[in-house]
């Protein structure tokens, strides 16, 4: 079997650089838009070259540019632009500085007030629940118990806030109600 090209070549061949000038920040330039496969949020992804899956383009352009990302660290946008690869729009960032720059561009998803409820009345007192086996569980710290139990907050918060049903055989239970 030949062997693969580098990653590199892969990568820029498949990038128009004259792609669209972010109207927030036009002193940055245009982006450099990937033009292949993405991912369901619009994110780029190449093949790794390694049969081990694919790579998001953003992330490897950062890192032909400026070598590896160092652990903890994402590659964020300043353009906004989930194909974009140009470096000079990429800069690296915390779990909480994407969050921070999310809000301050106003891209956040509003959480509807029933989600937002639920979350502010599971982390301030007691919840119950039934685990999957119908067993009730009396929930006092609703951050420990999705993390000890490999759960997503957000599911457990749509079963308290009567949106869902269930997540993953966990459902909503009352004390001394009809269930």
Known sequence: MPARRPLADRLWEKVN???????????IGPCWTWTRATNKAGYGKIGSGEGAGTLATHRVSWELTNGPVPDGLFVLHRC??????????????????NTL?????????????SVREAAVV?????VW???PSGKPLRVT???KFCRDNALDQGGVWRVIAGRRRSYKG?????PGGQQ
């Open 17 to 27: 650089r004259e792609g669209p000038v972010p109207p927030h920040c036009p002193e």
């Open 80 to 97: 906004d632009n989930p194909p974009c690869c140009n470096p000079a729009h990429l800069f690296l960032g915390t779990s909480r500085d």
């Open 101 to 113: 720059d999310m809000i301050a561009k106003g891209r956040q998803v509003p959480m509807s007030a």
């Open 122 to 126: 599971a982390n301030a007192k007691t």
């Open 129 to 131: 629940l039934r685990d």
């Open 141 to 143: 710290n609703l951050n």
């Open 170 to 174: 966990y459902t909503a239970y009352e």
